[in-house]
């Protein structure tokens, strides 16, 4: 079993940046997949980022590639999302997981992902 709490959200000035954390507990954290959605009002959930148990591997969505940066700490039980040069359209709740999938494609995917954190909020003002 694993728990996520996500931080580090906020609100920021289009163009500015922000770091989320989640912090897991559990011995197993270095073992699994974590991956960052997030969820804007009135849509659906979607991929934004993920990383391999080991860092070894990252993978983004095209709307965030060279903006966002995946990264974990495995001995503080933490992932991480740098957000720079943010815009008003990645405004929304934004969630990690962790999953035991590998590959860029089923990493894309929230089935892959069996544990869930609460969420936190980015609001990003133009």
């Known amino acids: 079993q694993v728990q996520l709490v996500e931080s580090g959200g906020g609100l920021v000035q289009a163009g500015g940046s922000l770091r989320l954390s989640c912090a897991a507990s559990?011995?197993?954290?270095?073992?699994?997949?974590m991956g960052w959605f997030r969820q804007a009002p009135g849509k659906e959930r979607e991929f934004v980022a993920a990383?391999?148990?080991?860092?070894?591997?990252?993978t983004y969505a095209d709307s965030v590639k060279g903006r966002f940066t995946i990264s974990r700490d495995n001995a503080k039980n933490t992932v991480y999302l740098q957000m720079n040069s943010l815009k008003p359209e990645d405004t929304a709740v934004y969630y990690c997981?962790?999953?035991?999938?590998?590959?860029?494609?089923?990493?894309?995917?929230?089935?892959?992902?069996?544990?869930w954190g609460q969420g936190t909020q980015v609001t990003v003002s133009s």
């Open positions: 559990g011995r197993t954290f270095s073992t699994y997949t």
């Open positions: 997981a962790a999953g035991r999938g590998v590959g860029q494609v089923l990493v894309r995917h929230q089935s892959t992902y069996n544990f």
């Open positions: 990383i391999t148990w080991s860092g070894g591997s990252t």
